[in-house]
C-alpha cells in the first residue's frame, strides 16, 4: 500500500499528536495496575508537568512562527522552494530551538537546589534527569514538521509509530519488571536522546547550513506574541485555581480540577489542523487556497466531534460517580460547562493570522482573555461556584476567537465565510448549547 495515497499533511499531524496522547494515557494506566505506589505515579506527573510548564510555551511560539516563515520570509525568500531545495530556514530554526533548551536547561541547573513544586522543595528527586529530559526532549518537536513542510505525510506517521513504540518499552518495561522506578523516568531520556539524534540526522538531510542573524531576528521578532500569548493562555488554568481557593475550598478545588477537562479529541485534531496549515498559507496564493482547506478540514470536524462531544455531555452525569466516586458528582456540571469549548475551538482565525504574520493582535487578544477571565471567575464564583468559573473560562475563550474573527474582517477583510462552514457551526452550536440547558435544567437527566 502507497501511503501517500493513504494520508494527507493535516490527517497525518493530527494522528501523529493522537499517538502522543494515547501514548501518555496507556502509561498513565498502565502505572495504576502495576505495583507502583501512589507516590511514585505522582513524582512521574509531577516530572512531566515541570518539563512541560517551562518549555510549552517558547516551544508553541518558536515552531509558529518557524511554521509562518517557511515559503516566505525577509532573509531567504524563495517561495516554492523549501520542498525541493535544502533549507536555511530549518538550520536557523534548529539552532533557536537549541539556544532556548540550553538556557533552561542552564537555568535549571542554577537553580535545582532551589525549586518548590507543590510540596517538593529545595533538591527535587531525580532532577538531573529532569533537566536531560528538558535539554533533550525540545528540540525533536521539529521532526513532525520538518516532515510537514516538506509533504512527506507517511515519514511523519512511520515516526510516530517507531518512537512512541519505543517509548512505552523504555517507560512500562522498568515498572513491570519490579525495577527501580528512576529507570522509567530514564527511558524517557533515553527516547528524548534517540528523538535528538533524529532530527539532527534530518538536519544534515534537509537544512542548508546558513546562519543569518537576519532571519533569526524575523523569527523571534514573529515568535514573541506567540510565546507570550500562549503563556497568558497557559497561565488560565492556575488563575481559575487561585479564584476558586480564595472564594471557596480546597474540597470545592477538588471538585473543579477533576471536572475542569476538554474532550482530549477536540484540543488534539483542531491543533493539527492549525499547525498544519499555517505553512500554507505563505505560499503563493496559499492564503486563498488554505482558507478553502480550513474550511473543508473544519467542516470535518464538526461533523465528528460535536456529536461525540453531545453524547459526552448526555453521559457525564452517569459515568462520573462510576469512574471516580459520588463525591464528585458536581464535577460533572464543570466537565459539561468545559465541553462547551468546543464551540471557539473549531473556528481558526489564529491560523490565518499566525500564517500572515500578523502576532501581535493575537498576544493582545490574549491579554484581553486574561484580564476578563480574571474579573468575571471573580464575579460568577459567588453566584455560581465552581461552575461560575468554568462559565467564565468558556466566556472569554469565545471573546478571544470573535474578537480574531472580526480582526480578519474589518482589518483583513477576510469574510467568516471564507474559512468558517457557517451553517454546519452555527446548527452545532445551538445543538449542544441546548443540550447543556437542557441537561442544566434537569429537563434531561441521565444518570
Known amino acids: 500500500m502507497n501511503l501517500k495515497k493513504v494520508f494527507t499533511n493535516v490527517g497525518s499531524l493530527q494522528l501523529y499528536q493522537l499517538m502522543r496522547f494515547t501514548t501518555f494515557l496507556i502509561i498513565s494506566i498502565l502505572f495504576t495496575k502495576s505495583q507502583m505506589s501512589k507516590a511514585d505515579i505522582g513524582l512521574f506527573e509531577v516530572f512531566l508537568f515541570i518539563a512541560g510548564f517551562v518549555s510549552f510555551f517558547w516551544v508553541t511560539g518558536i515552531i509558529q512562527s518557524f511554521l509562518s516563515l517557511t515559503h516566505s520570509n525577509k532573509a531567504f525568500d524563495r517561495r516554492g522552494a523549501m520542498t525541493k531545495h535544502k533549507s536555511p530556514e530549518i538550520f536557523n530554526a534548529f539552532i533557536v530551538l537549541m539556544v532556548f533548551s540550553v538556557l533552561v536547561f ?261 491579554g484581553i482573555e486574561i484580564i476578563l477571565n480574571v474579573l468575571l471567575s471573580i464575579y460568577l464564583v459567588r453566584y455560581y461556584g465552581t461552575v461560575g468559573v468554568a462559565l467564565a473560562t468558556v466566556i472569554v475563550y469565545i471573546f478571544e476567537k470573535g474578537f480574531l474573527i472580526w480582526f480578519n474582517y474589518y482589518r483583513l477583510h477576510i469574510p467568516p465565510k471564507r474559512y468558517i462552514p457557517l451553517k454546519t457551526y452555527v446548527v452545532y452550536t445551538f445543538l449542544i448549547i441546548l443540550t447543556f440547558v437542557l441537561i442544566d435544567h434537569r429537563i434531561i437527566d441521565i444518570h
Open 106 to 366: 542552564l537555568i535549571g541547573l542554577g537553580l535545582r537546589g532551589n525549586f518548590v513544586v507543590y510540596d517538593m522543595g529545595g533538591n527535587i528527586p531525580y532532577i538531573n534527569l529532569l533537566l536531560a529530559y528538558i535539554l533533550l526532549s525540545n528540540p525533536p518537536v521539529l521532526i513532525e514538521y520538518i516532515y510537514l513542510i516538506r509533504n512527506k505525510p507517511n515519514s511523519i506517521f512511520v515516526y510516530g509509530i517507531i518512537t512512541y513504540s519505543i517509548q512505552l518499552v523504555l517507560v512500562l518495561i522498568p515498572v513491570f519488571k519490579n525495577m527501580d522506578f528512576l529507570w522509567s523516568l530514564a527511558g524517557l531520556v533515553v527516547i528524548s536522546a534517540i528523538r535528538m539524534i533524529w532530527v539532527v540526522v534530518l538536519v544534515f538531510k534537509y537544512a542548508k547550513f546558513e546562519f543569518s542573524w537576519d532571519y533569526i531576528k524575523e523569527h523571534l521578532t514573529l515568535a514573541a506574541p506567540l510565546i507570550v500569548s500562549a503563556l497568558l493562555s497557559g497561565s488560565a488554568q492556575y488563575i481559575d485555581g487561585i479564584v476558586i481557593t480564595r472564594a471557596l475550598d480546597v474540597d470545592r478545588f477538588a471538585i473543579f480540577r477533576y471536572g475542569a477537562k476538554e474532550l482530549p479529541l477536540t484540543i488534539i485534531l483542531a491543533h493539527g489542523l492549525s499547525n498544519a496549515m499555517i505553512s500554507e498559507i505563505g505560499k503563493h496564493d496559499g492564503l486563498n487556497k488554505s482558507m478553502d482547506v480550513i474550511r473543508h478540514q473544519s467542516r470535518r470536524l464538526m461533523h465528528f466531534l460535536f456529536p461525540i462531544s453531545i453524547v459526552t455531555m448526555l453521559l457525564s452525569r452517569w459515568f462520573y460517580p462510576i469512574v471516580f466516586n459520588p463525591e464528585f458528582l458536581r464535577s460533572a456540571d464543570v466537565f459539561m460547562m468545559y465541553l462547551l469549548l468546543i464551540i471557539p475551538r473549531l473556528v481558526f482565525p489564529q491560523t490565518l493570522l499566525i500564517g500572515l504574520k500578523k502576532t501581535k493582535i493575537i498576544m493582545i487578544a490574549s
